[in-house]
């Protein structure tokens, strides 16, 4: 079964816009990353937050973290048309007691030029 | 540059055959996870393995599907009968624990 939800399914934005996605989980994790996957290809490793954190930037993503809310947010600043994918947020539910890996339903993101 | 690599890219097979899709985790991860991706479904989890040890495979229809990893180099993900409804994107991924995931390309099977 799936840990999380993708919040919008899709999201079309022009070039330059910020793009926000969200992600909701049911149960409490070690950590959430946030994914990407280019159309017919595997899905790469964006950023992972643990935790105890509640914020994480690399470059142009900026991750948030609401534990108690069971939440996380992905804001992509300044998209670009080969930000075009989709996008997926993964838990690591503690109560498995090891790294278990539970993907979302993902949000497909369009940039257009 | 280290990758996961699956075999084969691409299967088509007709329903009742056995299939075996093959994954070369990187060097030196202990985790190795097994997911099914459609449409209809998403991602799901059928199998991930700790130094070779399989850790939990509820999410893998017992009655067909099994999962091994018969050394630290190859992990095997095999179907036997295969059926319609198995047709799908499978991937495999490594990494170490609570750290990143490592995803191969994918074995696109096909059952008809």
């Known amino acids: 079964s799936q840990q999380g939800e993708e919040d919008p399914q899709a999201l079309s934005i022009q070039e330059g816009e910020n793009a926000t996605m969200n992600c909701s989980y049911k149960?409490?994790?070690?950590?959430l990353q946030w994914y990407r996957q280019n159309s017919g290809r595997g899905l790469v490793h964006l950023i992972l937050?643990?935790?105890?954190?509640r914020e994480k930037h690399s470059g142009r993503l900026r991750v948030t973290l609401d534990t108690s809310k069971k939440s996380s947010s992905l804001l992509i600043t300044a998209s670009r048309a080969a930000d075009t994918a989709s996008y997926f947020c993964?838990?690591?539910?503690?109560?498995?007691?090891?790294?278990?890996?539970?993907f979302g339903t993902g949000t497909r993101l369009l940039v257009s030029p | 540059d280290a990758r996961v690599t699956q075999t084969p890219r691409h299967k088509v097979t007709e329903m009742g055959q056995e299939v075996t899709m093959r994954c070369q985790p990187i060097?030196?991860?202990?985790?190795v996870f097994w997911y099914r991706q459609t449409m209809m479904q998403g991602l799901e989890l059928l199998a991930y393995?700790?130094?070779?040890?399989?850790?939990?495979d509820s999410g893998m229809p017992k009655d067909r599907f099994s999962a091994e990893m018969p050394d630290a180099t190859l992990a095997t993900l095999k179907i036997q009968p295969s059926e319609p409804r198995d047709s799908a994107v499978y991937f495999c991924?490594?990494?170490?624990?609570?750290?990143?995931?490592?995803f191969g390309q994918g074995t696109r099977l096909t059952v008809v």
């Open positions: 991924a490594s990494g170490s624990y609570s750290a990143e995931a490592f």
């Open positions: 149960t409490s994790i070690n950590n």
């Open positions: 937050i643990r935790s105890n954190e």
């Open positions: 993964a838990t690591d539910p503690i109560e498995t007691g090891f790294q278990k890996l539970v």
């Open positions: 060097l030196g991860h202990n985790t």
């Open positions: 393995f700790r130094n070779r040890a399989p850790l939990d």
